[in-house]
T-cell receptor, first 113, second 116 residues
Framework: AQSVTQLDSQVPVFEEAPVELRCNYS??????LFWYVQYPNQGLQLLLK??????LVKGINGFEAEFNKSQTSFHLRKPSVHISDTAEYFC???????????FGGGTRLMVKP | GAVVSQHPSWVICKSGTSVKIECRSL??????MFWYRQFPKQSLMLMAT?????????EQGVEKDKFLINHASLTLSTLTVTSAHPEDSSFYIC????????????FGSGTQLSVL
């Protein structure tokens, strides 16, 4: 069984400030990790994914995430956020075969001017 | 918190048979539910948006006669894979918006379909 915990349900931050959205997972097998974003009134969009290789993964819109196996974490970061980054962010994990996708509860990023 | 229940979690069927997957919102009324398909190592693919009391809206390239969606009540949407073939084997997951929580999205636990 696998699970995903997003520790913060809401993260308020001022524009141009850095942000980190936390994600921890548990799994008995090797995993693939994903971050998705849902902008208001839109569907899910893939931000980035970790399948193998370098533990630092760069995604779209200036986001990056680092896979830390020892801490079972996959935190999402952006050095300087924009108002347009206001959205709901979901961390997800799938098993080593790339199936059985499990989502975290989501983190609402609220960027203030 | 809000919970979306999806079952079955696993289903194995013979080629040519139909399989029904249920998605229920347990403690809120979901006028809109979403059905996704997960291909290994790839991004989640939105298949269709299920609207209570009306026809589902299918994404481009998704066969509506193949993947039948019924949203008969405010708490239940079903996806039926008709005449399933091995290429339909995949992980299917549903989600629903909770209108009480500024449309926050909740996910079901998913269904792994294997067609032999």
């Amino acid at each position: 069984a696998q699970s995903v915990t997003q520790l913060d349900s809401q993260v308020p931050v001022f524009e141009e400030a850095p942000v980190e959205l936390r994600c921890n997972y548990s799994s008995s097998v090797s995993v693939y990790l994903f971050w998705y974003v849902q902008y208001p009134n839109q569907g899910l969009q893939l931000l980035l994914k970790y399948l193998s290789g370098s533990t630092l993964v760069k995604g779209i819109n200036g986001f990056e995430a680092e896979f830390n196996k020892s801490q079972t974490s996959f935190h999402l970061r952006k050095p300087s956020v924009h108002i347009s980054d206001t959205a709901e962010y979901f961390c997800a994990v799938s098993d080593g075969a790339g199936n059985m996708l499990t989502f975290g509860g989501g983190t609402r990023l609220m960027v203030k001017p | 918190g809000a919970v979306v229940s999806q079952h079955p979690s696993w289903v194995i069927c013979k080629s040519g048979t139909s399989v029904k997957i249920e998605c229920r919102s347990l403690d809120f009324q979901a006028t809109t539910m979403f059905w996704y398909r997960q291909f290994p190592k790839q991004s989640l693919m939105l298949m269709a948006t299920s609207n209570e009391g009306s026809k589902a809206t299918y994404e481009q390239g998704v066969e509506k006669d193949k993947f039948l969606i019924n949203h008969a009540s405010l708490t239940l949407s079903t996806l039926t894979v008709t005449s399933a073939h091995p290429e339909d084997s995949s992980f299917y997951i549903c989600s629903a918006r909770d209108p009480r929580a500024t449309e926050k999205l909740f996910f079901g636990s998913g269904t792994q379909l294997s067609v032999l």
